[in-house]
C-alpha cells in the first residue's frame, strides 16, 4: 500500500515507481513540500544542502544547476574510487527524501535580454534525463533560471521528447516558476489554459506555477484557475515560491503557504533563495502547510528507515 509522501521513509521511496509517488503525493492532500537547493550551495561542515532541506522538513529535494555530464555535488562523502563518482543516489540515501533535478528547455530563438547560457548537461535532452535515471533521480521539473530563455512551447516539446525516451520511470513536472527572461510569457501571462492542455497532451504529471505573491499579478485566485484547469486535464499541480521571495520574512512564507493550499495546489516548492537556502524558511513553509507533527516527524525521521 502507498503511504502518503508527508508519513513515507526512505525504504519507502526506494520501493515506489513513479506512478506510486504521484499517489503518494495526491494522498498528502496539500500538504508535501518540496525544497530547492542549489548543488554547491554553501553547506554546513561538509553536509549536502539537500540534507539541510530534508533535516528541516523538506518531503522531496529538487537540485538547481545540477550537471548531468558533470555532477556537481557539494558535502557528499569523499570519494574513494572511480565507482564512488557523486550520484543522486548517493544524495538520496543520505537526506533521506526522493531527489529530482531542472533540466531547461532552451528556446534559442527566445528574445531575452542578456541571455545566460545553459550548460549542455543541464538542458532538457533524452540524453540528460536517461542519465538522470541512472543517477538515482526520482522526478525531473522541465523549468528554466532567470535569463535562460524557457519557453512554454519548449517545455511541451521537452516533455514529450522525455516521456518517450524514460516511460514511467520517474515523474515528469513542467512549467514556469517566472518568465525565464521571456517578457511575452510573464506576470498573469506566464502560462495560459492552451498550454496547461499542451503539458498534460505531452506526457506531464505535475504542472507547475508561481505561488500567489511571487510574480507580479498572481494572487490566489489566478492560481486556483491554473490549479483546477490542470486538474481538468489529469494533472497535478505545484505552486512554486521562487524569484528570492522565498528569502522573506517567516510572515509572508506562511502567507504564500496557505494561500498556495487555498488554491488547491497538491505540492509545494519552496526555493533556494540565491543558491543560499534559509532553513528557518523551510520550516516555517513546511508547519505552515502540514503542521509541527508532520513536519517535526520528517526532520527527526533517520534516513536508515
Known sequence: MVKKLIEAFRSDFENMTGRDMLESISLAEGRAVMAEVGPEQRNLGGITSAEIAAAFGADMVVLNTYDTINPNLTGLPQATSQRDKPTLTQVRDLAGVPIGLNLEPVDPSAVVQEKLGVPEGRKASAQNALRAVEQGASFICLTGNPRTGVTNATIKGSLAE????????????????????????????????????????????????????????????????????????????????????????????????????????????????????????????????????????????????
Open 162 to 305: 522525455l516521456r518517450k525516451a524514460v516511460g514511467d520511470k520517474l515523474i515528469l513536472m513542467g512549467g514556469k516558476m517566472h518568465s525565464a527572461g521571456v517578457t511575452i510569457e510573464a506576470g498573469a501571462h506566464i502560462v495560459s489554459g492552451s498550454d496547461i492542455a499542451g503539458f498534460a497532451e505531452a506526457g506531464c504529471d505535475v504542472a507547475m506555477f508561481p505561488a500567489p505573491g511571487s510574480v507580479p499579478g498572481i494572487d490566489e485566485a489566478v492560481l486556483r484557475n491554473w490549479v483546477n484547469n490542470a486538474h481538468e486535464n489529469g494533472m497535478l499541480a505545484m505552486s512554486c515560491l521562487d524569484l528570492a521571495i522565498e528569502g522573506s520574512d517567516l510572515d509572508t512564507i506562511r502567507r504564500i503557504a496557505l494561500c498556495s493550499k487555498m488554491a488547491g495546489a497538491d505540492l509545494s516548492h519552496i526555493g533556494d533563495a540565491g543558491f543560499n537556502l534559509f532553513p528557518d524558511n523551510v520550516m516555517a513553509y513546511c508547519i505552515a502547510l502540514k503542521g509541527k507533527y508532520h513536519t517535526y516527524r520528517r526532520m527527526a525521521a533517520s534516513p536508515a528507515r
